[in-house]
C-alpha cells in the first residue's frame, strides 16, 4: 500500500483546505488522518472504515474537520474549515487491517505528510 498525501498549504485562519491522500483503501481497512506538530507527539485527528464509512473525530476537530472516502477513486479526503493556529501541523494518512484506532503505532502505511500553516 502506498499512500500520497497532498493539499496542505498556508492558510489564514478561519479558512479552508482540503487534504487529500492517493491509494487509499482496501476492503476491511481503516483510514486514518494524524498530525505533528513541532516538539509534539503524533496525534489522531480522525478515521473512517473503508468498508461502511464509519467516522471518528478527535475532540478538538470536531465540527470542524470532515472525512470522507471515495471507493472507486481510492482517495481519502479531510476538509478542514474554521483552521485554527493550533490545527498547524504536518498531516499525515495512514492505513491499517482493521478498525479505526487512534494510536498511530496500529496504523502499518503511512503517506509522506503535508505541511498545513495557519496564521493568526
Known amino acids: 500500500v502506498q499512500l500520497q498525501a497532498s493539499g496542505g498549504g498556508l492558510v489564514q485562519a478561519g479558512g479552508s483546505l482540503r487534504l487529500d491522500c492517493a491509494g487509499a483503501?482496501?476492503?476491511?481497512?481503516?483510514m486514518g488522518w494524524f498530525r505533528q506538530a513541532p516538539g509534539k507527539q503524533r496525534e489522531f485527528v480522525s478515521g473512517?472504515?473503508?468498508?461502511?464509512?464509519?467516522?471518528v473525530y478527535a475532540d478538538s476537530v470536531k465540527g470542524r474537520f470532515t472525512i470522507s472516502r471515495d471507493k472507486s477513486k481510492r482517495m481519502l479526503y479531510l476538509q478542514t474549515n474554521n483552521l485554527k493556529a493550533e490545527d498547524t501541523a504536518v498531516y499525515y494518512c495512514?492505513?491499517?487491517?482493521?478498525?479505526?484506532?487512534?494510536?498511530?503505532?496500529?496504523?502499518?502505511?503511512w503517506g509522506q505528510g503535508t505541511q498545513v500553516t495557519v496564521s493568526s
Open positions: 483503501g482496501r476492503t476491511n481497512y481503516a
Open positions: 473512517i472504515t473503508w468498508n461502511w464509512g464509519t467516522t
Open positions: 495512514a492505513s491499517r487491517s482493521g478498525d479505526i484506532t487512534p494510536n498511530p503505532s496500529e496504523y502499518n502505511f
